[in-house]
């Protein structure tokens, strides 16, 4: 029995510990999961903690962004550093984050990409460099009360009249939304009007009515015995194999006109063999030209064109010009030597190319030239008188061109792109015979010290018209060109970037040319007309701005048009982009088309029936300041 009760009381022993065992492992792989359980819970909060601290982080950088587009249009990529962690804003204009393109030129993409350790968040927003008003094809915010009654023509797409619409009015294609009144769909809460931020013109405006349109200008004096200009020997000028086009431009005052004792040289350049002259003589003016060998053009013994009796006044400012247009091939023909006078013609002649004419060019004096009616150029010597402003070229310049530039400088930074064959510019300003040509400096040297006096009244040649030209306005100071007055553009091409302001009227006609990224900003009324072209497409576009009336007639126009005067017209033209209208009485006439949005602050007139508006790209302006406020297109914001 013993045994028996030992073997039980022994085996009640080791179930016990077997049975402790059992709870002692039950509770250590308890207690095992409960402590990976209060890890991962840990991570999974620290994770989730993380992830705030980086969309947070991701919305700062979107802040920052959206911050500086508006401020500055700058859509380069922005860095930031903050809570450990870094955000990085980029700006996309075509395409969205998933690169499929935008459906408006004017939207881009805000992106803001975030990292905190390995936690990473996206956000991103579209963006409108347009306000809200510019969703519609047509904003009318109807300041005069108008009720909308326009049947003969036609609005493509959403449009807004803040008042009532006639039946049969309004959108051929979309809604028409009112605020109040009847004919269209009314709604609660509609875009405000936006007001543009004039800084920037005005900055630009008050800049131009500080230029002064004439400037002191200076000529030098010879005294007629001793004192001229020596300029050397360059194969631009004279020594080149050959020479087919020329014009010679100076201007001129001589001390006595009558004067007969000697010829009184103005320029000179080449020998009694080959060259060309210009000089006073007993009265009258002369402009010739030579080139005697039998074995080339036998230009022998050369024309000279003689102005008229009492053309010219001593004591008096006169412009001359000398033009030379002849064919390659050397033969002598008429019509090839031509003198103008003032800007107008007083004779053509026969004559041929040059070939090379060595010799030193002089201003004022002779030194080996030939004259009319013989070679006798022993009584030939000095000039007696002042000149200013001598250009030579190797160009033929047509009489407008001459006309048209005479009375303006191409001082320095004034230079203003019409100058494709100018090789040599001497203006005096300074004193001296200085080469204001950049591209081919030629300095001449001054002999005998002739003084600095006043020059004729001269302009600035950036300050009133421009016929036929091309012109860069990256040449000018900031690439502005500032008119204090009036500007006429005619036949001519700009070249952009840069800005276009005069304080008073702008005209621009004749199929004139303004390239893309140019701002044109009028103080007085704007007129565009015959078949003109503004700007170059809804990625090249123009800015036009004026503060008076503004008429547009069979022209193209790509850009944004702010009209603040009284009347806007356009007739006959097609504008592609953006219209914001501040004045009362607002037409369209003929077959002008707009694809776009207008916003306008009253109603519009649209005059016939192939008068439209329909809703289409307005550009984006990427970068420039243009006075508007951006807006977040409303359900473009997204977080990946």
Known sequence: MYGIGKKIKDESGMILMASTMGIFIILSLLAFYLARFSITETRSGANYIQDIKTRNLAITGAEHGMQVYKELKSTSELTGNFNKGSYTVSFDLDNDEVNTSLPFTHYLTMKSSASIDDVKRNIRYILSSFPEAFCFSFYGNNASSETFNETGSYISGDMFFNGSVSIGSGTSNGITYISAGSGGTILSTYPEFPQIDNTLYDDLLASASLVSGSYTNYALDFNGSDQYIEIQNNSLINTGSSHTAKTIEAWFKVDNVDFNSHKQTIYEQGGTVRGLNIYIYDGLLYVGGWNEPDGESDWDPGTWLVTDADAITSGTWHHVALTLDASASGNTTNGILKGYLDGTEFGSGSGSKLWSHPGDVSIARHKDTKFSPNNDNSQAKF??????????????????????????????????????????????????????????????????????????????????????????????????????????????????????????????????????????ICGGSLTISENSEIGESINAPVVLYSKGDASLTNSTVYGLIVSKGDNLVLNGTSVNGAILNYSVSFSLTGNSDIVGSVVSNYSVDLQGELASITRGNIPEFSGLVIGLDPFVVPGSYLEY
């Open 383 to 520: 000039f007696s008188g002042s000149i200013d402003e001598v250009r030579l070229w190797n160009t033929v310049r047509t009489q407008s061109q001459i006309n048209d530039n005479k009375d303006k400088t191409l001082t320095g930074d004034d230079l203003d792109g019409d100058i494709s064959g100018l090789i040599v510019y001497y203006d005096f300003q300074d004193g001296n015979a200085s080469d204001r040509e950049t591209q081919a400096s030629n300095n001449g040297t001054l002999k005998k010290g002739p003084s600095s006096v006043s020059g004729p009244e001269l302009y600035k040649m950036n300050t009133n018209s421009y016929t036929n030209t091309e012109v860069y306005l990256n040449t000018l100071d900031d690439s502005r060109l500032l008119v204090n007055g009036n500007l006429d553009i005619s036949g001519s091409t700009f070249h952009g970037s840069g800005y276009i302001v005069a304080t008073g009227d702008i005209s621009i006609s004749d199929s004139s040319l303004i390239k893309g990224n140019i701002f044109i």
